[in-house]
């Protein structure tokens, strides 16, 4: 790891600490422990404080000039998926993909990737059935390997600083390539974000704007908390609630409109657009009714909030081959329902978020991938299954033309 003259400060204490959090490795008492979070506080930062500004600002105005945003790309990051190459070529399906919609749409598009840094999974299961073995459920290059073995399995603190070099890797390209493509990258992107789910790691990369003085998140542009970790008297949303960036929160299909209020009062206190990025991702069926009572409840309470929908996670099913997956027609009927609910109500509907892969896989049914017999030929996602190329394109054509060709 780099070192420079940072040293951690005060700015590293804050609301979150003491705070219960869910979904958290147990390593505390591993020897490496406090040498990798000591390692992290003096890292300079992944991201600067002028670039989650310029994302902040472009966020601000999608509402008003009616830009779209696309945030996709893996459900986990692989560490050895970090190569230039690798992220190359994510890079060039992400602007590919935002063109096609720019194009069909007369609209600029933000992009941002699922990458630099996606490699914490919350889990439902804390163990998985391995040939008539259980063994710990894989939780992310950042926590444990994805090898099979209870070994293998164990939460290792080391992997947070090896989740920041590879982070660091990716953040190195994403820069030149912004730099690459001119002054429309200055604010559409590719910008990075990821879940943020592991407080010891994403704490100590909280840093200080030497323009402003404000705290911001050093470990990406756009952190967001998931559908298990929104609660807002704990950890994961207090330590967003403390710092600039732009955020996003998932919202499942048992949100209640309080709760959302709540986490909205938490995140988004001096109501500022550019701010919040509500997600739901409710499921095909469940969105119609669990989404409207929502909507009006933000609205009515004053938050300008972008909504994006992510019509991959209320739709997961596991296959007769065991293999979990997704219904292509299921996740285009979602996504339109999204928007109908959002326009219904007079909002704005900014987008899509997507789990999708650069490569030809056969995660999810749909276009190419006739049947669930085909999943098992190249079923390479270390979590959830992401949609090809193709199949995302079918996805943000449909969205385009709001037609629901391909829907059964
Ligand atoms: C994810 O985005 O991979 C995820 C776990 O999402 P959610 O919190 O919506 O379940
Ligand atoms: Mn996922």
Same mark, same amino acid.
């Given at each position: ?11 590293? @204490? ?9 979904? =958290? ?60 190459? /690798? ?30 840094? =996606? ?21 992310? /290059? ?28 990716? =953040? ?155 219904? @292509? ?18 909002? /704005?509907?900014?987008?899509? /978020? ?20 085909? @999943? ?33």
């Amino acid at each position: 790891m780099q070192q420079s003259s940072f040293t951690a400060d005060s700015i590293q @204490l804050g609301p979150w600490e003491g705070r219960p959090a869910v979904q =958290q490795p147990d390593w505390r008492d591993h020897p490496a422990y406090q040498e990798a979070c000591r390692s992290l506080a003096s890292a300079p930062p992944l991201v600067t404080a002028t670039e989650i500004r310029q994302l902040r600002e472009a966020l601000s105005r999608l509402a008003t000039t009616g830009a779209l945003l696309l945030q996709l790309g893996d459900c986990a990051e692989s560490f050895y998926e970090c190569t230039p190459r /690798h992220t190359a070529e994510k890079l060039k399906v992400i602007d590919w993909l935002g063109d096609r919609l720019g194009e069909l749409t007369g609209r600029s598009v933000v992009r941002v990737g699922r990458m630099g840094g =996606q490699f914490a999974k919350p889990r439902s299961q804390a163990l998985e059935w391995h040939d008539a073995l259980s063994i710990p459920s894989f939780r992310g /290059h950042m926590i444990n390997s994805d090898l099979a073995t209870s070994v293998a399995r164990k939460a290792n603190p080391r992997r947070m600083v090896w989740a920041y070099e590879a982070s660091d890797q990716v =953040q190195r390209v994403m820069r030149t390539y912004r730099r690459e493509n001119g002054p429309t990258a200055a604010t559409e992107g590719p910008w990075s974000s990821h879940e943020a789910l592991v407080v010891d790691y994403e704490s100590r990369l909280i840093r200080r704007d030497p323009d402003t003085d404000d705290r911001y998140l050093g470990s990406t542009h756009l952190p967001w908390v998931g559908e298990r970790t929104r609660q807002p008297a704990e950890a994961h949303v207090a330590l967003l609630s403390a710092v600039v960036n732009p955020v996003g929160c998932k919202i499942g299909p048992t949100a209640s409109p309080d709760d959302i209020l709540e986490v909205c009062a938490a995140l988004d206190p001096r109501r500022e657009p550019g701010r919040l990025v509500l997600i739901p991702r409710m499921g095909r069926d469940r969105i119609q009714e669990a989404l409207p009572p929502i909507v009006r409840a933000v609205v009515n309470a004053g938050h300008p909030v972008v909504w994006l929908s992510d019509p991959m996670h209320g739709n997961t099913v596991t296959s007769q081959v065991g293999l979990k997956t997704r219904h @292509l027609t299921d996740v285009i009927t979602e996504a339109l329902r999204f928007r109908d609910i959002l326009e219904g109500n007079r909002q /704005h509907a900014a987008g899509l /978020h997507i789990e999708m892969a650069a490569d030809d896989v056969t995660e999810c049914i749909g276009g190419s991938v006739e049947n669930e017999d085909e @999943l098992p030929r190249h079923y390479t996602s270390l979590c959830d299954p992401r949609l090809n190329v193709n199949q995302a394109t079918a996805l943000i054509e449909a969205w385009a033309t709001g037609t629901t060709t391909g829907r059964s």
